[in-house]
């Protein structure tokens, strides 16, 4: 086993931990009613708010990608990020109106995995995000260098996706997020390793 391997090995051993660890609630209705709206601040606000942006580029690149390129397993993995992770943005969105937390916050991304970035001006709003340039440069891409650029911007995008949402899963108060973060890690790995297989066979 290589070293990218191991380490799906070890995260997906690490979603196991969380799930038998999950404690259970003992709280009363009225105390349940009271912790189902978590705080502005909480990291199950932060995930929903810094994911959702993180899932729009995501959709946004596959949508691209899938009109330049005319190679199928590219196309369907394309489609895969659009369908699941559109439906994904749209029940976390969906949670922040029920909890009446506004979808967008002038708190810096991340804070709430305890170490806010910066934007840096260029379109990359959080670790994974494209630039704005990378974006113009999909979308002028063709065939196989379309393909190429697309899954390693991915690679990158899911990589630290997947690392957001070990830290939800881990911090969520909210079931919501918990086994949204769960099932996104889950999710998030298994287009790594189906992105970096590809990028071997593109690279060939």
Do not use: C
Request: negative net charge; hydrophobic residues 45%.
């Amino acid at each position: 086993m290589g070293a990218a391997g191991a380490a799906v090995l070890l995260l997906a051993l690490g979603l196991v931990a969380l799930m038998l660890v999950r404690p259970t609630s003992s709280s009363t209705p009225q105390e349940a009613n009271r912790a189902a709206v978590p705080a502005d601040a909480s990291v199950d606000v932060g995930f929903a708010r810094d994911m959702s942006i993180h899932h729009q580029q995501a959709v946004e690149m596959s949508f691209i990608v899938r009109d330049r390129t005319a190679d199928e397993d590219v196309r369907r993995l394309a489609y895969d990020i659009i369908n699941t992770q559109a439906n994904q943005r749209g029940m976390m969105l969906g949670w922040l109106d029920v909890w009446g937390r506004a979808k967008s916050s002038s708190r810096p991304p991340m804070e709430w995995m305890g170490h806010a970035v910066e934007p840096r001006g260029d379109g990359s709003l959080m670790p994974g995000m494209a630039t704005d340039t990378e974006l113009d440069a999909l979308r002028v891409a063709k065939g196989k260098d379309a393909e190429v650029m697309y899954l390693r911007l991915m690679t990158v995008h899911h990589r630290a996706g997947a690392e957001m949402a070990q830290a939800a899963a881990a911090g969520a108060g909210t079931d919501e997020i918990r086994n949204l973060a769960v099932e996104d890690v889950a999710r998030e790995l298994l287009a790594l390793m189906l992105q970096t297989s590809a990028r071997r066979e593109s690279s060939d």
